[in-house]
């Protein structure tokens, strides 16, 4: 049996800091590097993150709508970057963020989390607004593989509130829900429950919210959309130690020369941990 992803992620923060960069492949950024838009820009691009990054950083997140941007040929690419990513020694996070009910749900769950399926990863972004419990499939899947799942809870967009914030007939959020619903996922996983909640770097105090699941918070938004590791403190108070701060564009704009996206990232992750640790 597989270790569960929660005690694999542990030991990697701690071992490589509490770091993911994501690949995404904007056609601004091919372009910045010198690529094309195009399936060989594709493959350049994410095998340049890869070889810079897998044996580096604890979480590698690619985003797979970059990939199915080019149909077919940019998911083969997709593939072959999840699985250099794991040979390599990084975790890969797929970015995928299905949601879906029922049957189809659970189709999508054994398109990422089957370890046998070509695009199998250690975990991946799930969508919970069909409902938390529509999530059920993956859930299972993911625990009898040994995968994590980062269901989102309060995205770092401006947007996100309208539905995340909104109270139902108990009293409680949505946002509150779905953090709930985690929190019961990962009773008794330790060091680390395997089942992560998205939480934006960009939220500022969220003092209202009970962060206390167990598990991970990937923490996107540092970078382009304008939050920074100082940040961090603020909006996740007690719960700092389980926070993976994610970034794509602050890391990759850095590239194509491999050893100055390493050091970008190792900024990045010194920064984290300082903004931790002064926590
Ligand atoms: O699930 C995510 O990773 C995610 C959740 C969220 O709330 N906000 C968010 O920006 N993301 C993703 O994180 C990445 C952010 O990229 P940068 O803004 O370039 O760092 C994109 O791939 C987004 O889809």
């Given at each position: 049996m597989t270790e569960p992803f929660g005690a694999r992620l542990r030991r990697a923060m701690d071992e490589r800091g509490p770091l993911c960069v994501g690949i995404d492949p904007h056609a601004?950024?091919?372009?910045?590097?010198?690529?094309?838009?195009?399936?060989?820009?594709?493959?350049r691009f994410s095998r340049t993150v890869v070889e810079a990054?897998?044996?580096?950083?604890?979480?590698?997140?690619?985003?797979?709508?970059?990939?199915?941007?080019?149909?077919?040929?940019?998911?083969?690419?997709?593939?072959?970057?999840?699985?250099?990513?794991?040979?390599?020694?990084?975790?890969?996070?797929m970015d995928a963020k299905r949601g879906d009910i029922g049957s189809t749900m659970a189709a999508y769950a054994e398109s990422f989390l089957r370890p046998d399926a070509p695009l199998f990863s250690d975990a991946l972004t799930v969508s919970p607004y069909l409902g938390y419990g529509s999530l059920k499939p993956a859930v299972d899947l993911a625990r009898q593989s040994g995968a994590?799942?980062?269901?989102?809870?309060?995205?770092?967009?401006?947007?996100?509130?309208?539905?995340?914030?909104?109270?139902?007939?108990?009293?409680?959020?949505?946002?509150?829900?779905?953090?709930?619903?985690?929190?019961?996922?990962?009773?008794?996983?330790?060091?680390?429950?395997?089942?992560?909640?998205?939480?934006?770097?960009?939220?500022?105090?969220?003092?209202?919210?009970?962060?206390?699941?167990?598990?991970?918070?990937?923490?996107?938004?540092?970078?382009?959309?304008?939050?920074?590791p100082a940040d961090l403190p603020r909006v996740f108070g007690p719960a700092l130690g389980r926070v993976l701060p994610s970034v794509s564009r602050g890391v990759l704009r850095h590239g194509p020369a491999p050893a100055a996206l390493r050091a970008a990232a190792d900024r990045l992750a010194s920064e984290v941990r300082k903004a931790v640790g002064d926590a």
């Amino acid at each position: 049996m597989t270790e569960p992803f929660g005690a694999r992620l542990r030991r990697a923060m701690d071992e490589r800091g509490p770091l993911c960069v994501g690949i995404d492949p904007h056609a601004s950024l091919l372009a910045d590097w010198g690529l094309g838009d195009d399936v060989a820009g594709l493959e350049r691009f994410s095998r340049t993150v890869v070889e810079a990054l897998a044996g580096h950083v604890a979480v590698l997140k690619p985003q797979s709508a970059f990939y199915e941007r080019f149909g077919s040929r940019g998911v083969a690419v997709l593939e072959a970057s999840v699985r250099e990513a794991r040979e390599a020694g990084a975790l890969v996070l797929m970015d995928a963020k299905r949601g879906d009910i029922g049957s189809t749900m659970a189709a999508y769950a054994e398109s990422f989390l089957r370890p046998d399926a070509p695009l199998f990863s250690d975990a991946l972004t799930v969508s919970p607004y069909l409902g938390y419990g529509s999530l059920k499939p993956a859930v299972d899947l993911a625990r009898q593989s040994g995968a994590g799942l980062f269901v989102l809870a309060l995205t770092s967009n401006p947007e996100g509130g309208e539905v995340q914030h909104a109270v139902r007939a108990d009293g409680r959020s949505v946002a509150a829900t779905v953090l709930a619903h985690l929190a019961a996922e990962n009773a008794g996983q330790e060091p680390l429950g395997s089942f992560g909640a998205v939480v934006g770097a960009t939220l500022g105090d969220l003092g209202s919210y009970d962060l206390d699941t167990g598990g991970p918070l990937l923490a996107p938004g540092i970078g382009a959309q304008g939050a920074t590791p100082a940040d961090l403190p603020r909006v996740f108070g007690p719960a700092l130690g389980r926070v993976l701060p994610s970034v794509s564009r602050g890391v990759l704009r850095h590239g194509p020369a491999p050893a100055a996206l390493r050091a970008a990232a190792d900024r990045l992750a010194s920064e984290v941990r300082k903004a931790v640790g002064d926590a």
